[in-house]
């Protein structure tokens, strides 16, 4: 290492001084530090910086990417055929108490395939409380009749039969 006034002037020492031990008082205020290691990190971080690979970011790069790269494929549902749920349908009977996955009492009111609706079958209900979404008529097309907010339109797989008295007594 070498020490140097802002003029040039080389201040001498072995390492082990102080600078007031080499001349320099308290009115001394800017000292030049060289580094003379040449295999010192000072005197080589133009040479390291060269020697950094550069990546370069794609447009699609980021944690999304990655995410959606390391994402298990899911098994893709069939779409629905006429067919749909054709024989869960053929289970119900209109005028039939029902309870819905979410568990509200119902009355089926009709069965069959809606033309606006995806393919398949589907059964109207009348719920009893009116936490429904139409009073019988889905996208223009009246499938029954009932009081508003009363009416949903679902698929057979998702409602549950009542089929004895004592499972009516209690809806």
Known sequence: MALSLPD???IEGDGAQTLG???LGLGATVVHV???NEDSISNNLLNAAEEVPKVEGKSDAGFAAFRKASAKPRAAKPAPTDDTERVEAEAFEVGQRVTTAKGASATVRFIGQVEPLPKGWWVGIELDEPTGKNDGEV?????FTCGENRGAVSRPSTLTA???EEDADEL
């Open 8 to 10: 040039g002037t080389a």
């Open 21 to 23: 031990m080499c001349g």
């Open 34 to 36: 060289t580094d003379t």
């Open 139 to 143: 996208k223009g097309v009246r499938l």
């Open 162 to 164: 009542v089929n004895t």
